[in-house]
């Protein structure tokens, strides 16, 4: 593999020799700054090797470096081992962003190369400024991959479905005519937008054209009088086995709702065409592409998209849907803990076979549509890699011995489910369990807070946090992110982070109706990794003089494997809040469980 990736960086930079580019950028995105990616966008894992789904690189003719935060650094520097490639610890002291790197790399009069199609127009503004002060320039429209990559994957367009209203809550014409207000709000007369989950939001569609995120390709452009779906294939038979993509009866549905669909391809021209007027867009969502598309007499109001915080606060409907989903999750996922406790050790099962068997019961819920993302199945070691992901031919094998971490998740038309479990499968250290206990009162103390309406992601961390900050641990990731209907798992604005990265925009103020998880944990390198994970629905409280409390609804119905706490480092809140959550996870799966089952989940769950 190292002397793949050193050829492959080779034919790089004789393309870049022919094209007047003196350093190139290949950033983790599609032309949609999707967060997961189809393997038509893996170009930085085709130069790489590096298979993390974060990470940018930059190559000059000189050297090459990987940027990527704190989930996999493990990671990193093992697949990169061997090659060129240096790698650069986002957040870490002494570490350049990458705009200070191409500072220090660029010399004068020399030129930036990327694809503009998947660059952020915010990041190309800051790399167009520093290219401005070396009297160099940006060279936006080269996708060099287009040459070198000779076995690319294909774009592929999927089939496309119509999201149910008893599912969503909301017709796509109310949804419509609110970004219409939002956009008389701002004075708007367009609105352009790009962002997948944003779209299939908006219009109540779903596809399957990213990876665990059941999304279209497409583009949106919103008037007052017209909305415009520029999702079209040439020849509407994306599919590898050739089925029509947009079917009569998916047309008419667009029709009712004032929608019109135009070819995929021609959105560029369109916005070319756009003149003389005031185009609301997002530019921490939009492409260079697009900005550098846009006629010189637009006038842009860069706002987030209105559809972000809308898909964020979750409807009635959504709620009570989610409540259905996290329960036939949990009841899919607390049969998973079961088999595992009492077949590890007796029967064959390795990281990718109990992963497997996990899906298989997944798939036994009526309305489950597919995982929410590749599962983490971690033994040992491996959990301390944030993401790892096990490989057919590389994975360990499960002994009744240590730990195994599961990060997991479905989508299933009632919501999307994402929870992490660290299983303890036999003997393990005393330094094991004190990690385990704390990453458990962490999470415990931040999923029974109460606060004022105000208060943002940001004001919260630190009650997760500090649990671990007071014996001198850290994590390494944010404590939690929001998560999508059925939409992304990683959804924004709401989250929990203890510090803002610079370009950070996920730290909306928490509204009823917010989704977001609550995930500590600890990994300590070649040793062992535990997270622990729920997701947390917010709700009302009470309102009195001092204003709207605020507090969080466990979504979230499996039992913590009580069996890696050390009961001694439990405080008595601490009990109390297990034994209450303990008690409604059984309530709520007694019903599906019978038998030996049965008695084992009562003892699963048992008071402390």
Same mark, same amino acid.
């Given at each position: 593999m190292t002397a793949m990736i050193e050829e492959r960086l080779c034919n790089l930079r004789k393309s870049m020799q022919r094209t007047a580019i003196n350093c190139y950028?290949?950033?983790?995105?599609?032309?949609?700054?999707?967060?997961?990616?189809?393997? +038509? +966008? #893996?170009?930085?894992?085709?130069?790489?090797?590096?298979?993390?789904?974060? &990470?940018?690189?930059?190559? =000059?003719?000189?050297?090459?470096?990987?940027? =990527?935060?704190?989930?996999?650094?493990?990671?990193?520097?093992?697949?990169?081992?061997? =090659?060129?490639?240096?790698?650069?610890?986002?957040?870490e002291a002494g570490v350049p962003t990458i705009p200070q790197y191409l500072e220090r790399v660029l010399k004068e009069e020399e030129n930036l190369g990327f694809d503009g199609r998947v660059v952020k127009a915010d990041d190309a503004d800051v790399y167009e400024?520093?290219?401005?002060?070396?009297?160099?320039?940006?060279?936006?429209?080269?996708?060099?991959?287009?040459?070198?990559?000779?076995?690319?994957?294909?774009?592929?367009?999927?089939?496309?479905?119509?999201?149910?209203?008893?599912?969503?809550?909301?017709?796509?014409?109310? @949804?419509?005519?609110?970004?219409?207000? @939002? #956009?008389?709000?701002?004075?708007?007369?367009?609105?352009?937008? !790009?962002s997948l989950d944003d779209i299939a939001w908006l219009l109540n569609v779903r596809g399957n054209d990213v990876e665990s995120c059941p999304v279209v390709l497409s583009y949106v452009v919103v008037t007052m009088g017209q909305v415009l779906l520029f999702a079209k294939e040439v020849s509407d038979k994306g599919h590898e086995g050739g089925e029509e993509i947009w079917t009569e009866e998916l047309c008419r549905y667009l029709e009712e709702n004032g929608v019109t669909l135009?070819?995929?391809?021609?959105?560029?021209?369109?916005?070319?065409? *756009?003149?003389?007027?005031?185009?609301?867009?997002?530019? &921490?969502?939009?492409s260079c592409r697009l900005m550098k598309g846009l006629s010189g007499d637009v006038t842009v109001i860069d706002r987030p998209n209105p559809t972000t915080l809308m898909k964020a606060v979750k409807n009635q409907t959504e709620m009570e849907n989610l409540r259905k989903s996290h329960l036939w999750d949990g009841v899919a996922v607390t049969h998973f803990m079961y088999w595992l406790k009492k077949n590890v050790g007796r029967i064959p099962m390795t990281e990718v076979s109990a992963a497997a068997y996990l899906e298989e019961l997944r798939k036994k819920v009526a309305h489950f549509v597919e995982p929410s993302f590749a599962t983490i199945c971690a033994y040992g070691a491996n959990a301390a890699l944030a993401h790892y992901?096990?490989?057919?031919?590389?994975?360990? @094998?499960?002994?009744? $011995?240590? #730990?195994?971490?599961v990060d997991s998740g479905g989508h299933?038309?009632?919501?999307?489910?994402? *929870?992490?479990?660290?299983?303890?499968? &036999?003997?393990? !250290?005393?330094?094991?369990?004190?990690?385990? !206990?704390?990453?458990?009162?962490?999470?415990? %103390?931040?999923? %029974?807070?109460?606060f004022l309406h105000g208060c943002r992601g940001i004001n919260l961390d630190v009650l997760a946090r500090q649990v671990l900050w007071e014996r001198g641990l850290d994590y390494k990731h944010g404590t939690g992110h929001g998560v999508g209907y059925l939409l992304s798992v990683h959804e924004g604005p709401n989250s929990f982070r203890w510090k803002l990265l610079p370009d950070y925009q996920d730290n909306a103020v928490l509204e009823e109706g917010m989704v977001t998880t609550d995930e500590p944990g600890i990994y300590i390198e070649g040793s062992h990794g535990i997270r622990l994970e729920n997701e947390l629905l917010c709700r009302k409280g009470e309102a009195n003089e001092y204003g709207q409390f605020?507090?969080?609804?466990?979504? =979230?119905?499996?039992?913590?494997?009580?069996? &890696?706490?050390?009961?001694?480092?439990?405080? $008595? !809140?601490?009990?109390?809040?297990? %034994?209450?959550?303990?008690?409604?996870?059984?309530?709520k799966l007694e019903p599906y469980f019978e038998g030996e089952e049965l008695d084992w989940l009562k003892e699963v769950t048992r008071e402390i």
């Open positions: 950028l290949i950033p983790t995105s599609d032309y949609h700054d999707s967060e997961y990616v189809s393997s +038509f +966008f #893996m170009v930085r894992k085709y130069f790489s090797g590096f298979t993390g789904s974060a &990470g940018t690189l930059v190559v =000059t003719e000189e050297e090459a470096a990987l940027f =990527t935060d704190g989930r996999y650094f493990i990671q990193a520097a093992k697949e990169l081992a061997g =090659t060129e490639i240096k790698l650069m610890k986002m957040g400024e520093i290219l401005s002060k070396k009297h160099g320039k940006i060279i936006w429209d080269k996708d060099l991959a287009k040459e070198i990559w000779q076995d690319r994957p294909a774009l592929i367009h999927h089939p496309v479905s119509v999201l149910e209203e008893c599912y969503s809550g909301e017709s796509a014409l109310s @949804k419509i005519g609110r970004v219409r207000d @939002k #956009m008389k709000e701002e004075g708007a007369d367009v609105h352009i937008l !790009t135009c070819f995929y391809e021609d959105f560029y021209d369109y916005i070319a065409q *756009i003149h003389e007027k005031k185009v609301l867009l997002c530019k &921490g969502r939009a992901s096990a490989k057919e031919e590389a994975c360990e @094998k499960i002994r009744p $011995e240590g #730990m195994l971490l299933y038309l009632e919501g999307s489910t994402d *929870i992490t479990r660290t299983f303890v499968l &036999g003997e393990v !250290t005393k330094e094991i369990k004190e990690h385990f !206990t704390l990453v458990l009162r962490a999470l415990l %103390n931040l999923k %029974n807070s109460k605020l507090y969080f609804e466990d979504l =979230t119905c499996v039992p913590f494997d009580i069996d &890696g706490v050390e009961l001694s480092l439990l405080t $008595e !809140t601490d009990r109390v809040r297990l %034994n209450a959550y303990h008690k409604e996870v059984f309530e």
